[in-house]
């Protein structure tokens, strides 16, 4: 089992940024690929990007390519997600998930956290 808590959502006008993090507690954190999703309201929640267990390997949502980043600090138990360049189309709430394989899709995540809002004003 891993439990996984986000932090880092709040309000905040186009253009402007934000760092997620997801704080993990209980089995080996670095053992796990790291994801991040989002759900906006009336729609499925969705791929942003996936970073590996090793933080080597990376992979984005066409949407946010260019002006998210995700990156991990294993000494930490802590994954980010850099959000720069925001726009009203990011509003949304952002999980982050964990599960040893290196996937994009939803169902192959076992672990996610409770998640965190993220609005992006116009």
């Known amino acids: 089992q891993v439990q996984l808590v986000e932090s880092g959502g709040g309000l905040v006008q186009a253009g402007g940024s934000l760092r997620l993090s997801c704080a993990a507690s209980?089995?080996?954190?670095?053992?796990?690929?790291m994801g991040w999703f989002r759900q906006a309201p009336g729609k499925e929640r969705e791929f942003v990007a996936v970073i590996s267990w090793g933080g080597g390997t990376t992979r984005y949502a066409d949407s946010v390519k260019g002006r998210f980043t995700i990156s991990r600090e294993n000494a930490k138990n802590t994954a980010y997600l850099q959000m720069n360049s925001l726009k009203p189309e990011d509003t949304a709430v952002y999980y982050c998930?964990?599960?040893?394989?290196?996937?994009?899709?939803?169902?192959?995540?076992?672990?996610w956290g409770q998640g965190t809002q993220v609005t992006v004003s116009s």
């Open positions: 998930a964990a599960d040893g394989t290196y996937s994009t899709n939803i169902k192959d995540y076992d672990y």
């Open positions: 209980g089995r080996t954190f670095s053992a796990y690929n």
